[in-house]
């Protein structure tokens, strides 16, 4: 059994920045990020390997936004830079991610989730 916690979602004005945490209890592989704005479908942001070597971004996020962990505190974050509108969503952690048939599928867990919101 997993739980995650979110933390570090926010309101904030285009161009801006937030980092985003979520603390995991119990074993967990990989970490990723998953975000579903208002009506729209749940969609991959980031995933990161349990050493945190192997890192994956979402094209529409690829280059504003960076994954990261620390081990020690078992802890996932995502560092948002440049935000956009567009970038406004539910934040979700979830543990375990998987890449198959060319899409990431998340894991069977999921924080709670986090709200960011980016004002034009």
């Given at each position: 059994?997993?739980?995650?916690?979110?933390?570090?979602?926010?309101?904030?004005q285009a161009g801006g920045s937030l980092r985003l945490s979520c603390t995991a209890s119990g074993h967990t592989n990989a970490l990723g990020w998953f975000r579903q704005a208002p009506g729209k479908e749940r969609e991959f942001v980031a995933a990161i390997n349990r050493s945190g070597g192997t890192k994956y971004h979402a094209d529409s996020v690829q280059g504003r936004f960076t994954i990261s962990r620390d081990n020690a505190k078992n802890t996932v974050y995502l560092q948002m830079n440049r935000l956009k509108p567009e970038?406004?969503?539910?934040?979700?952690?979830?543990?375990d991610p998987d890449f198959r048939d060319y899409q990431w599928s998340p894991g069977d867990y999921w924080g709670q989730g986090t709200q960011v919101t980016v004002s034009s």
């Open positions: 059994q997993v739980q995650l916690e979110e933390s570090g979602g926010g309101l904030v970038d406004t969503a539910v934040y979700y952690c979830n543990a």
